[in-house]
Structure formats: C-alpha cells, structure tokens
C-alpha cells in the first residue's frame, strides 16, 4: 500500500488516495472483468512488466510509469478511439469525467453495477 501511495503521491493524485483507496485498504474484493479486452489488457500490462524487470532492470516504481502510459484497446474513449492510457483513463474516473468504455455500454456509473 506504501508503494502504491507513493505512486500515486507523485502522479498528483495524492487526494484519490486519501479519499477513495486508503479507507478501503482493508477489504479486497474480486469481480468478473466486464469483458476479454479487459483480462487481454491485463495480460498484456503483466508482460510488459515482466520484460521490463528482466531485461531493462527497472524498479518497480519506475515500470509504474511506463504502464500508466501504454495504449490499451479496452481504454478507447469512444468509437473513434482505437485506445486509451491508464493515466488518462483513471484521472477521467477520478474527476468523475464519464466515458462509456470505463464504465460499460450503458454508460452507468461503476458503483451502481450489481
């Protein structure tokens, strides 16, 4: 959790921590991803970090970065979008800006889902 604070401390989005990940630190829930472009982004986020350990040997502070930063299909904005970033996506979240892929087709807000 300290790592992740950290993270967060120097991506500017110290508030979100306080207010919405450190309360909840406690309990760990698991859920479905909402569809395969979630699980294959996913995927594709731990190789990444796996390649990036191994050969290029970053810290893991460092790979946060560079994941925060890759294109992902299951981030697309909108229809026009081919793909979107971590970064861009969460901030989105955080400012409470909507954007249908993040949330799901009906654009309904992630916690009304059942």
Known sequence: MDNIREFMEDDGQAFVYQR?????SGSVRFAKARDRSVTGSINELVKSAKFWLEQDELSPYDIGFRLDDMPLSALASNKKDSCGKPEKAFKALADGV?????????????????
């Open 98 to 114: 909507p954007s249908t892929n993040l949330y799901n087709r009906n654009a309904q807000e992630p916690w009304n889902q059942p």
């Open 20 to 24: 919405f990940i450190a309360p909840t």
